[in-house]
């Protein structure tokens, strides 16, 4: 009969414990859930993009990796660009949350009753201005198992080796919540290896030249960012008739007059149920007041925003991630090119950690998540089936991966949005040939320059909307 040691009954023992653990808190946690938290634009969790996650937040499915099975091939590169996880929210939002409160304590009429006399007697605003945007315990978890699973998926680009001896670059945007992100990415790396006995020495670059590249971009900042014509159709959906419905239904449900709940404090509700939620794992009495319909127009009102700023609303928006397209490139190219024997070995991973705000651009730059019919404040009706929604795209902890690959016919490269396949436009493989891919965007690599595109389209001229 087969005899297992004490030691290592201990140890079975403690991961049969954990693994019932995390399914009990798992199947807990997915009860909780509110209806409308896929709904939550750049505020959505996650796991609501990769549900799976609900029962596992270490799983890995190998099967997202397609080289052609004819060809063999093995990952020789992986670039990961990726957004911060859960924060708390930021001061101008803390300040519209405790606006909100107060409105809600001393004005609202009706006859207080269940999660309304929650609102008004029992819960209690606990935002402050010192938290503005940083990382909470939510958000470090989720950049900790993001690179267990990497690690997992690529045993050999993010090795312990490979890592202690520097060859895996890291860089960051110098905002805090960023720079909290990749070193809890690092100490989920060092979870994945198991305990060394020494202590981890975590480091990595600023880099807000490739990161927060929209900042140095005139032609962005002047053309989009300050320009109050370039957002008109956000302002014209905000004070239009879906939002006007939702003010006035939410307006009546909490027995306040409809002129007092203005569209950015209804703003402010619809973000403290997913704040509850992504900081605390909370189903918030906020939460209540919102139906599906009404969560489809805010997250539409969302999308707008960042379609006319961040995205294919002009050009200019996506041309200012030019710095960081030509980086990824570099990268790859450095990484597929042959090498003679006595030259040094290609970094095999690149780890770069930004914002929503430094995605969007990117994935738009590449020609992804384009409509046909842009969306606009008049055809909120006819975009329910649209393929741009941030609350899908760019949740917290996204990431969009490129992993080349060295296989007989020669390098191929595969993309992966929130570690799901995505297909280069107009490119029919999984894993194209690299030399396709650069055939496809040669119009980029040979243009797209930072100079050019930001200080040629500055000096008075409107944003191009070219879409």
Same mark, same amino acid.
């Given at each position: 009969?087969?005899?297992?040691?004490?030691?290592?009954?201990?140890?079975?023992?403690?991961?049969?414990?954990?693994?019932?653990?995390?399914?009990?808190?798992?199947?807990?946690?997915?009860?909780?859930?509110?209806?409308?938290?896929?709904?939550?634009?750049?505020?959505?969790?996650?796991?609501?993009?990769?549900?799976?996650?609900?029962?596992?937040?270490?799983?890995?499915?190998?099967?997202?990796?397609?080289?052609?099975?004819?060809?063999?091939?093995?990952?020789?590169?992986?670039?990961?660009?990726?957004?911060?996880?859960?924060?708390?929210?930021?001061?101008?939002?803390?300040?519209?949350?405790?606006?909100?409160?107060?409105?809600?304590?001393?004005?609202?009429?009706?006859?207080?009753?269940?999660?309304?006399?929650?609102?008004?007697?029992?819960?209690?605003?606990?935002?402050?201005?010192?938290?503005?945007?940083?990382?909470?315990?939510?958000?470090?978890?989720?950049?900790?198992?993001?690179?267990?699973?990497?690690?997992?998926?690529?045993?050999?680009?993010?090795?312990?080796?490979?890592?202690?001896?520097?060859?895996?670059?890291?860089?960051?945007?110098?905002?805090?919540?960023?720079?909290?992100?990749?070193?809890?990415?690092?100490?989920?790396?060092?979870?994945?290896?198991?305990?060394?006995?020494?202590?981890?020495?975590?480091?990595?670059?600023?880099?807000?030249?490739?990161?927060?590249?929209?900042?140095?971009?005139?032609?962005?900042?002047?053309?989009?960012?300050?320009?109050?014509?370039?957002?008109?159709?956000?302002?014209?959906?905000?004070?239009?008739?879906?939002?006007?419905?939702?003010?006035?239904?939410?307006?009546?449900?909490?027995?306040?007059?409809?002129?007092?709940?203005?569209?950015?404090?209804?703003?402010?509700?619809?973000?403290?149920?997913?704040?509850?939620?992504?900081?605390?794992?909370?189903?918030?009495?906020?939460?209540?007041?919102?139906?599906?319909?009404?969560?489809?127009?805010?997250?539409?009102?969302?999308?707008?925003? +960042?379609?006319?700023?961040?995205?294919?609303?002009?050009?200019?928006?996506?041309?200012?991630?030019?710095?960081?397209?030509?980086?990824?490139?570099?990268?790859?190219?450095?990484?597929?090119?042959?090498?003679?024997?006595?030259?040094?070995?290609?970094?095999?991973?690149?780890?770069?950690?930004?914002?929503?705000?430094?995605?969007?651009?990117?994935?738009?730059?590449?020609?992804?998540?384009?409509?046909?019919?842009?969306?606009?404040?008049?055809?909120?009706?006819?975009?329910?089936?649209?393929?741009?929604?941030?609350?899908?795209?760019?949740?917290?902890?996204?990431?969009?991966?490129?992993?080349?690959?060295?296989? +007989?016919?020669?390098?191929?490269?595969?993309?992966?949005?929130?570690?799901?396949?995505?297909?280069?436009?107009?490119?029919?493989?999984?894993?194209?040939?690299?030399?396709?891919?650069?055939?496809?965007?040669?119009?980029?690599?040979?243009?797209?320059?930072?100079?050019?595109?930001?200080?040629?389209?500055?000096?008075?001229?409107?944003?191009?909307?070219?879409?």
């Amino acid at each position: 009969m087969f005899r297992v040691s004490a030691p290592a009954q201990r140890r079975l023992l403690a991961g049969l414990s954990l693994v019932l653990a995390r399914l009990c808190c798992c199947s807990a946690a997915a009860a909780n859930i509110p209806n409308i938290a896929v709904y939550f634009g750049t505020k959505t969790r996650y796991e609501e993009v990769n549900r799976h996650l609900l029962r596992d937040v270490l799983a890995v499915n190998a099967s997202v990796l397609k080289p052609p099975p004819t060809e063999r091939c093995s990952p020789v590169h992986l670039t990961a660009v990726i957004r911060h996880g859960s924060r708390y929210p930021t001061v101008k939002n803390v300040r519209r949350i405790n606006r909100l409160s107060e409105l809600v304590r001393t004005e609202a009429s009706r006859a207080p009753g269940g999660w309304l006399l929650d609102l008004q007697s029992r819960w209690e605003t606990w935002y402050t201005e010192d938290m503005d945007g940083q990382l909470v315990t939510k958000g470090r978890e989720e950049l900790q198992q993001l690179a267990r699973r990497l690690a997992s998926l690529f045993p050999s680009l993010l090795s312990e080796e490979n890592v202690r001896k520097r060859r895996v670059s890291f860089a960051s945007s110098s905002k805090h919540r960023c720079v909290s992100s990749v070193e809890a990415f690092q100490e989920g790396l060092w979870q994945h290896w198991g305990p060394s006995g020494e202590t981890p020495a975590y480091s990595h670059r600023v880099e807000d030249e490739l990161m927060r590249f929209f900042e140095r971009c005139r032609g962005f900042v002047e053309g989009v960012e300050n320009n109050r014509t370039a957002l008109l159709e956000v302002e014209k959906f905000k004070h239009g008739e879906q939002m006007e419905a939702v003010r006035r239904r939410i307006a009546e449900m909490l027995g306040l007059p409809f002129h007092r709940l203005t569209p950015d404090l209804l703003e402010a509700a619809f973000f403290l149920c997913s704040y509850e939620l992504s900081i605390k794992s909370v189903h918030s009495p906020w939460c209540f007041l919102f139906s599906e319909t009404d969560a489809k127009v805010l997250e539409y009102k969302s999308d707008l925003k +960042q379609y006319w700023k961040r995205s294919h609303g002009h050009a200019i928006s996506s041309l200012a991630a030019c710095p960081l397209f030509h980086h990824v490139f570099r990268t790859l190219d450095k990484a597929g090119r042959p090498r003679r024997s006595t030259e040094a070995a290609p970094e095999p991973a690149s780890i770069l950690v930004g914002h929503a705000e430094t995605l969007l651009p990117l994935l738009s730059l590449l020609g992804l998540y384009k409509d046909e019919t842009p969306p606009t404040a008049s055809n909120y009706q006819s975009q329910h089936g649209r393929t741009f929604r941030t609350s899908r795209i760019v949740p917290y902890a996204a990431n969009l991966l490129f992993v080349l690959y060295d296989c +007989q016919r020669g390098p191929r490269l595969q993309m992966l949005l929130n570690e799901t396949p995505l297909r280069f436009p107009d490119l029919r493989e999984d894993a194209p040939l690299y030399r396709d891919v650069r055939a496809a965007y040669r119009h980029l690599l040979d243009g797209c320059d930072f100079h050019t595109e930001c200080e040629g389209r500055a000096g008075g001229r409107g944003p191009s909307t070219e879409l």
